[in-house]
């Protein structure tokens, strides 16, 4: 499957999964292990206001995506870049040489919302995300299907194994010229 990418010198990786799922700490691990550049979308959207306000029932911001993916545009051309976040369906297709989804235990993925303050609505949606596959499901929606890949994400170990599998990857990635 040939890349839109040729100018790219180095893979877009989109690491994507419900909140608790290890994103973040998992994005981290693989940026120091490659010299890839983490962005997390959370706090991009934060930082450059990227929004159209608070969501009190959802107790997050409302996204606004036409600018996030303005942002981001420059950036994703030149590749090089883990993006972390916990929506897929709204980056360009051609954006990504990989679409990882993280998956957790719902018992683990429980305790780890609960213990970052999730509660209520915010707790439950989360977890029935989770065990109906929902981010799954959308990546393979939005990506081609060979690009996307699950992977457990339930203790250090994983982590650790899904940093180093990846970093892997993307040492052997080249570019279709």
């Known amino acids: 499957m040939a890349h839109n ?72 051309e030149a590749g090089g870049n883990i993006v972390d976040h916990h929506g897929c369906d709204f980056f360009p297709e051609r954006w990504f040489d990989r679409v990882v989804v993280l998956q957790t235990d719902n018992t683990v993925l429980y305790d780890r919302l609960s213990r970052r303050g999730y509660t209520g609505q915010k707790l439950t949606n989360n977890i029935e995300c989770e065990i109906f596959q929902i981010l799954l499901e959308e990546a393979k929606d939005s990506y081609p299907e060979d690009i996307v890949v699950a992977l457990r994400s339930d203790s250090v170990e994983d982590i650790s194994k899904n940093v180093e599998m990846m970093s892997n990857w993307i040492s052997s990635w080249n570019p279709v010229s």
Do not use: F
Not at 46 to 53: I, R, S
């Open 5 to 76: 990418s040729s100018s790219r010198r180095r893979p877009n990786i989109l690491i994507t999964g419900t909140p608790g799922t290890g994103k973040t700490t998992t994005s981290s691990a693989l940026a120091e292990a490659t010299q890839l550049r983490h962005v997390n979308v959370g706090e991009l959207v934060k930082e450059k206001k990227l929004h159209d306000g608070w969501d009190d029932t959802l107790d997050c911001y409302i996204i606004n995506e036409d600018l996030v993916c303005d942002e981001l545009e420059d950036m994703m």
